[in-house]
């Protein structure tokens, strides 16, 4: 078996898990694992103005620039049909940070994945995690390959940055709670219209989505609870269309370009939590540790700002080059306080604004969220 040592290993190189280790990589050894070899087409693009400050931070701008016309285009903004059937407008023009970017969500983490391998992080690609024992104060992790070769990789940090999954903290026997059942179906589509403004919509049973993309395609999605609707419904892109009947703006892009909609299927979009975000040498990052719903547009974001604090707790704590048990405790609480600091804001952010839509008492999907 092929054995590895690294200061920091990092399971998942997602947003999250890149951006961990290109700002480690200068102070540690860090080594990268990812299940895919390449990332997956997926939704969600909307990349908050706020994360300009972090990609400076890493000397990632000019480089993403350059890449500009591949990763992504400028978004003046968003129209949102909530609360009423007149449209509100939040636009960017006046944040300091600039307008947020719609983007190739799959060219994006391809673009992270090659500057963690230009940094000097260790990457190992196609390779899952098998199996993982705490001896001797150091992490012991398998993984295993997609043609089944086992390497052993010895950690003196592991950071589980597996998304939605938290494959390791579960392994560790870490149970996950989730306070409701949001799901996503989403479809992609060449674009065709004037407006490039993102669009959200409330309807009776969920809110829909749309933006533009590079390349002049657009993404349109459906999110509603997983119990409200028929397990056959979101099957086929059929069903898709017949719940868009119920939004003139949505419905009317979808019947201009039906032959050429690609239907993706449904992904799960519900808050979701760790009970425990953080054990003796190691911590979940991103949606490893909490999954936001898309009406926040901050996943990103707090995948890379809660990289970035983790970071910094790791070099102030000094808990990997010098640990004591001492430091350990402090770092723990440390981390579990910033986490569960950023939890119940969101959580009061959403109650806010899922209760200014008050159109549809008796549907399901509004009264529960009107409960809290
Ligand atoms: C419908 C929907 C729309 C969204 N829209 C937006 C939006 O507009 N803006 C926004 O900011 N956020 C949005 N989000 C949220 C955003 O996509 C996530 O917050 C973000 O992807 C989190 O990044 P991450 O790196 O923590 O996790 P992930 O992106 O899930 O990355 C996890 C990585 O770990 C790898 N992995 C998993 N298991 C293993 C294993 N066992 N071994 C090795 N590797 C493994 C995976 O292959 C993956 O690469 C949306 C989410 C949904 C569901």
């Known amino acids: 078996m092929v054995q590895t040592e690294t200061d920091i290993l990092i399971i998942g190189g997602g947003i999250a898990g890149c951006i961990a280790a290109i700002s480690l990589v200068d102070t540690h050894t860090v080594t990268l694992i990812d299940k895919l070899e390449h990332p997956k087409e997926r939704i969600g693009e909307s990349l908050a103005p706020a994360t300009q400050r972090i990609l400076r931070e ?67 690609w196609h390779t899952k995690l098998h199996h993982s024992r705490f001896e001797a104060n150091q992490w012991l992790v398998t993984t295993k390959s997609v043609d089944q070769q086992e390497q052993c990789i010895k950690a003196k940090f592991v ?5 939605r999954q938290s494959h390791f903290a579960r392994s560790q ?12 179906c989403w479809v992609t589509l060449p674009n065709t219209e004037e407006n490039k403004m993102s669009t959200i919509t409330a309807t009776e049973h969920g809110w829909w989505y749309t933006a533009v993309v590079p390349q002049n395609k657009r993404v349109i999605a459906f999110q509603t609870d997983s119990d409200l609707v028929d397990k056959s419904t979101f099957k086929d892109l059929n ?45 979940a990052l991103g949606d490893a540790a909490i999954s936001f719903d898309p009406l926040s547009s901050q996943g990103m974001f707090h995948a890379m700002a809660s990289a970035m604090q983790l970071k910094n707790l790791l070099i102030d704590s000094a808990i990997i080059h010098r640990h004591t048990n ?9 981390y579990t306080l910033q986490i569960h600091a950023i939890w119940d804001q969101y959580l009061h952010h959403k109650n806010i604004f899922y209760k200014a839509e008050t159109r549809w008492k008796e549907s399901p999907f509004w009264k529960r969220r009107h409960l809290n």
Request: overall charge positive; glycine content about 6%; charged content about 25%.
């Open 173 to 184: 026997g870490i149970k996950r709670l989730s306070i409701d059942k949001l799901i996503a």
């Open 239 to 283: 069903s898709f269309l017949k719940l868009a009947k119920d939004t003139t703006q949505i419905s009317a892009i979808l019947d201009k370009n039906k032959a050429a909609i690609k239907f993706h299927g449904t992904v799960a979009a519900n808050s979701t939590r760790l009970e425990q975000v953080v054990g003796q040498q190691w911590a």
């Open 58 to 124: 890493l000397h990632l701008v000019d480089d993403l620039q350059s890449h500009q016309e591949s990763l992504y285009i400028q978004n003046l903004g968003m129209q949102s049909y909530w609360g009423s059937d007149q449209v509100h407008i939040v636009d960017h023009l006046r944040n300091p940070d600039g307008l947020s970017k719609s983007l190739d969500r799959k060219a994006f983490e391809e673009f992270l994945r090659e500057s963690a391998v230009s940094r000097g992080v260790h990457c190992i």
């Open 159 to 163: 950071i589980d940055a597996t998304g």
């Open 326 to 334: 001492q430091k350990e405790a402090v770092f723990q609480k440390r």
